[in-house]
């Protein structure tokens, strides 16, 4: 068959680069090849344990691709001919296209502990079928052990304290959960919360080997610690499905990404590569930065979509800023940009500021809770860097101003001065919000430099 637009890949990335190439060229053929007929929607993955009533709430639906007349052909591709334009599907059926848009995604890794093939050692798998398993066991389970203190770690032992029966431990190699994404101060809020509901958490451990006869029982840490498991949960991060881009002889970097340009073309012209497959660098440093988030993935998608048959130069990414936001127990945390860590590793020069306040005037109103921003600025220009915030709901959208502030690369001073909308019952007050009076910490800081 012929089709105009073929896009290899049903999750977001590939969704919203198939709904924005119909969008921009309506009179184009656009058909979209996803290997998993019943993917779900990434983020909520952990939700779907206890959460959701029905874990099918969560699946990643066709209805918006049918109603744009975008064609779904489930079939996994197989190889791909850039010289004659065909993808070749593992049914044998082949498509000649014009473009291509390779949005694979990314695998769980599973790291080589003796014993991880064992029956109850789950993976993260985005597919319906797959997570129900998972669910079913998880509240079968009344010992669960997560390998791994990202953000997948930390949510799904947070979800899993809902069953008061059951004993979750979460197991990091690093000194601090979340460390990736946060300063010591976050991460150090996020572990207790988790211990305030229960979990217990192993930092500064790893996990030498899972045992058991038909099926998990415990799992031995570096320290001796044997840990009790009725199932075991592998977080511990992806890797990018890049198969199908190297067989077929386009470039792909030394950790394993699709490389790409800021229009999200790969080195064939009519190939174009999004989300988790393909090469993301860090906003500020340009270094290959493995950042897979479903918000990178669809900014990507809709430069791609848009640039499949012209470049628009504004259309064009100019790096990740990482945005990035949870939820554990009560606390809400979220972070885009670099952290102090970053910048120290990378040696910026930098200054900080910081504020708390509640988000509520006055706190006294109800269903207040305490906001604390930490921006950090680079030395003398002030430009600003990242950002870091805790607290109640509001953190999930507070951080979007951060993220658009360094993409717009405002500066410390254009913060401070930042006109803002606020509410007794939706944010701080105008005399004391964080945000701007972590900005002018952080400006009054600098005055004293000079």
């Not at 029905?54 to 699946?59: G, H, K, N, T």
Request: aromatic share 4%.
């Amino acid at each position: 068959m012929d089709c105009n637009i073929v896009i290899v890949g049903g999750g977001p990335a590939g969704v919203i680069t198939a709904l924005t190439a119909k969008s921009v060229y309506p009179e184009k053929s656009v058909c979209i090849i996803k290997e998993i007929a019943d993917g779900v929607i990434p983020c909520s993955i952990p939700y779907m344990i206890y959460t959701l009533a029905d874990p099918a709430q969560s699946i990643l639906g066709n209805k918006p691709l049918e109603d744009a007349g975008v064609k779904i052909i489930v079939d996994k591709a197989e190889s791909l001919d850039t010289a004659a334009s065909v993808l070749t599907l593992a049914s044998s059926r082949t498509i000649d296209y014009e473009r291509l848009v390779i949005a694979t995604g990314s695998s769980p890794v599973v790291p080589p502990i003796p014993g991880v093939e064992l029956p109850g050692v789950f993976s993260i798998t985005k597919s319906l079928s797959a997570i129900s398993l998972l669910r079913e066991k998880a509240r079968a389970a009344k010992r669960v052990v997560i390998l791994g203190g990202g953000f997948i770690g930390a949510e799904f032992a947070d979800e899993l304290t809902r069953n008061p029966d059951a004993e979750v431990h979460i197991v990091e190699i690093l000194p601090r959960l979340l460390s990736q994404d946060f300063d010591d101060e976050f991460c150090d809020a996020a572990t207790a919360e988790l211990a305030g509901t229960g979990v217990q958490v192993h930092t500064g451990r790893r996990a030498i080997s899972i045992g058991g006869e038909d099926k998990v029982k415990r799992v031995e840490l570096d320290d001796g610690t044997s840990l009790q498991a009725d199932i075991v949960i592998i977080g511990v991060g992806g890797r990018p499905n890049a198969e199908l881009a190297a067989k077929a002889g386009l470039t792909v970097t030394e950790k394993g990404s699709i490389w790409v340009d800021s229009y999200m073309r790969t080195t064939v012209k009519s190939v174009f590569a999004v989300g988790d497959c393909a090469l993301k660098r860090d906003f500020f440093t340009r270094k290959e930065a493995p950042v897979w988030l479903a918000s990178t993935a669809t900014s990507e998608a809709r430069i791609a979509g848009t640039n499949l048959y012209g470049i628009r130069v504004l259309r064009q990414i100019q790096g990740t800023v990482s945005a990035f936001s949870t939820k554990i127990g009560g606390l809400c945390l979220a972070s885009a940009g670099m952290t102090r860590r970053m910048c120290e590793e990378e040696g910026f020069r930098i200054v900080t500021g910081e504020a708390m306040a509640p988000d509520r005037h006055p706190g006294f109103l109800p269903g207040p809770s305490p906001m604390k921003v930490k921006l950090i600025f680079a030395n003398r220009s002030g430009a600003l860097l990242g950002g870091q915030v805790s607290g109640g709901p509001s953190v999930g959208e507070l951080i979007n101003v951060i993220s658009i502030g360094i993409q717009m690369q405002l500066n410390v001073r254009q913060l401070d001065m930042m006109q803002i909308a606020t509410h007794p019952l939706l944010t701080s007050a105008p005399t004391v919000h964080p945000l701007i009076n972590a900005a002018h910490n952080a400006l009054a800081k600098l005055r004293l430099q000079k």
